[in-house]
């Protein structure tokens, strides 16, 4: 297993804890963060990071006391606003889930202590210093729990901000799963269509995921290139077998357009190898429009690059490339099997 799958499957188990935990009652609002601030270290969610340091570690202040202008946002973000009561104006609370609980919990021991059990008076100011002592009793005890309640609501909002991080890390991190099952799909169909080609066009496909796995930016221009080529490759390769006995320089399309198929025209002779399989299909597919904009868009790109105005290829323009090409060829081989299944 590569680092990189070990990694989502440690982010989800951290997800589960934090998501059953929470649900089940068995884990507290503290190691629900420590848990958060893993899922955010395993996927890699620096914004996140950041929110969750500061949950942990506390929100960095100025000279003066103040929380940083930055915090103070991030802070807002994340549920810790309130309006006071008094002057109106908006603040942050800043303790941490640990010091919530820590303050909840002693609270929870002073009202226990909080009582007139073993309190006596005599004399003639008993009944006053009685009365005295109950207003007191009352009074403390009426704001240990008003201050009970603050503390319990903005522990609450602490909980659901981890809680809904980890149900959105939890789906993406599912779905991401899904999805890399699909394409590895159609990674599986094209790689075993390619087999059968030539040690060449191996070798291009080979170097598409080296170039990738270099990670020098520079090498990402060559990335589109490689796929330009290969699809020249599928595109000779497709149309000899699709229409062996065609040796016409033009290609008449269904909307009544002559194409030029002769030479390097490979965009144009997949066109009509598309074209030639969607007749023969049963039921209709957006194959050809897919594919012809894929290499449309592979050439408009070496177009802008090659142009006086410099335009360095991006690593997710590389990327769209290669998941494009994959996901276009496989479609048109799905294509071809339902053809040869149909015959």
């Not at 190691?31 to 929100?59: F, H, P, T």
């Not at 104006?89 to 609270?107: H, M, R």
């Not at 005599?122 to 009944?127: H, R, T, V």
């Not at 357009?257 to 390097?264: F, K, L, T």
């Amino acid at each position: 297993m590569s680092d990189f799958a070990n990694k989502r499957l440690q982010a989800l188990a951290a997800c589960d804890k934090v998501i059953n935990g929470i649900e089940d009652g068995t884990i507290t609002v503290s190691s629900a963060l420590l848990q958060c601030m893993k899922i955010a270290r395993l996927v890699n969610d620096i914004e996140s990071q950041e929110w969750l340091g500061y949950e942990y570690g506390g929100y960095p202040k100025t000279d003066k006391g103040l929380i940083t202008g930055s915090a103070w946002d991030i802070a807002l973000q994340h549920g810790r606003g309130y309006i006071d009561n008094k002057d109106k104006k908006q603040y942050v609370f800043i303790e941490s889930a640990a010091e919530l609980e820590g303050i909840i919990e002693s609270s929870k021991i002073a009202l226990k202590n909080f009582t007139t059990q073993g309190f006596s008076a005599a004399g003639d100011y008993a009944l006053l210093a009685t009365d005295r002592m109950l207003v007191r009793v009352a009074e403390g005890t009426n704001n240990l729990r008003k201050e009970g309640r603050v503390n319990k609501k903005r522990l609450a909002i602490l909980k659901s901000q981890y809680y809904e991080y980890a149900v959105r890390w939890q789906i993406d991190l599912q779905f991401g799963n899904t999805a890399k099952n699909i394409f590895e799909e159609y990674q599986e169909k094209v790689s075993l269509y390619f087999s059968d080609f030539s040690v060449t066009t191996l070798q291009k496909l080979n170097a598409i995921e080296d170039l990738m796995e270099d990670g020098n930016p520079e090498r990402y221009s060559q990335v589109l290139t490689s796929c330009r080529r290969l699809w020249e490759d599928i595109a000779k390769q497709l149309f000899e077998e699709i229409l062996p006995d065609y040796k016409g320089k033009a290609f008449n399309t269904r909307s009544g357009v002559e194409i030029d198929i002769s030479g390097d025209h490979f965009n144009n002779k997949l066109s009509a190898v598309i074209e030639t399989l969607q007749a023969k299909a049963v039921k209709n597919t957006l194959v050809g429009s897919e594919t012809i904009y894929l290499i449309d868009w592979i050439e408009q790109v070496n177009k802008v690059q090659n142009s006086e105005v410099h335009t360095d290829i991006t690593r997710n323009q590389a990327m769209q490339c290669i998941i494009h090409t994959y996901i276009a060829l496989g479609d048109i081989l799905k294509l071809k099997e339902s053809v040869n299944v149909g015959d």
